[in-house]
């Protein structure tokens, strides 16, 4: 059964900080690999996707990467602002549509 | 990407009532997808919904509970059949999304249900 971890749980940072989140999964052998978005109360928004062949996808000041073989991937944010503020959440797709989630990251951008 | 319209938005809601969460998608899909977010847990997969056949439910959860309808390919319901606290959570509707051999997930803006 695939698992999905995220480390920190949360991350409290001034703006202006460049920051990692961590997300690591137990099986391997994935599709691919989702970051989201999720506002308090809120859905989510997808911000990057990455296929289970590449090993990196970029947007604006987000960069994420995939170790597929190590089971890690992380989310790279430039430049911090206040409305980074939100809780990132780490999804993984294997099997038959099945999408495991991480419990997420609740990130905090003080000004 | 697939743009999905979920509401309501937030309802509060007596026990031993029920409550239908509805999500329509601005295109046709396949399969559209329930979760379900306790507070400040992660998302867990209630069912899986097909247009033309019964939903697919997640161990622990059932349809008498969870009833699901899956009218056509844009549109489908969750309703939350008598509520207790404990059904309090983020409801949320998903369709898997993609072109060229890419595919993600969308999901709507979810529904934040308050029992009492």
């Known amino acids: 059964k695939q698992e999905v971890t995220q480390i920190p749980a949360a991350l409290s940072v001034p703006e202006g900080e460049n920051l990692v989140l961590n997300c690591s999964f137990t099986d391997s052998a994935i599709y691919n690999l989702q970051w989201f978005r999720q506002d308090p109360g809120k859905g989510l928004t997808s911000l990057l996707l990455i296929q289970s062949s590449q090993r990196e996808q970029t947007s604006g000041r987000l960069n994420a990467s995939l170790d597929k073989s190590s089971g890690r991937s992380t989310l790279y944010i430039a430049a911090s602002q206040p409305g980074d503020s939100a809780t990132y959440l780490c999804a993984v797709l294997s099997g038959y549509s099945t999408l495991t989630f991480g419990k997420g990251t609740m990130l905090l951008v003080s000004p | 990407s697939a743009v999905i319209s979920q509401k309501p938005s937030r309802d509060i809601c007596q026990r031993g009532t029920s409550l239908t969460i509805q999500c329509q998608v601005d295109s046709q899909v396949t399969m559209m997808f329930w979760y379900r977010q306790q507070p400040g847990q992660s998302l867990t997969l209630i069912a899986t919904a ?17 009833p699901i309808s899956r009218p056509n390919l844009t549109f489908s319901t969750l309703t939350v059949s008598n509520m207790s606290p404990e059904d309090s959570s983020i409801y949320l509707c998903s369709v898997e999304d993609g072109t060229g051999g890419v595919y993600g997930y969308t999901f709507g803006s979810g529904t934040r249900l308050t029992v009492v």
């Open chain 2, 50 to 66: 097909n247009q033309g056949s019964e939903a697919t439910y997640e161990s622990g959860f059932v349809i008498d509970k969870f």
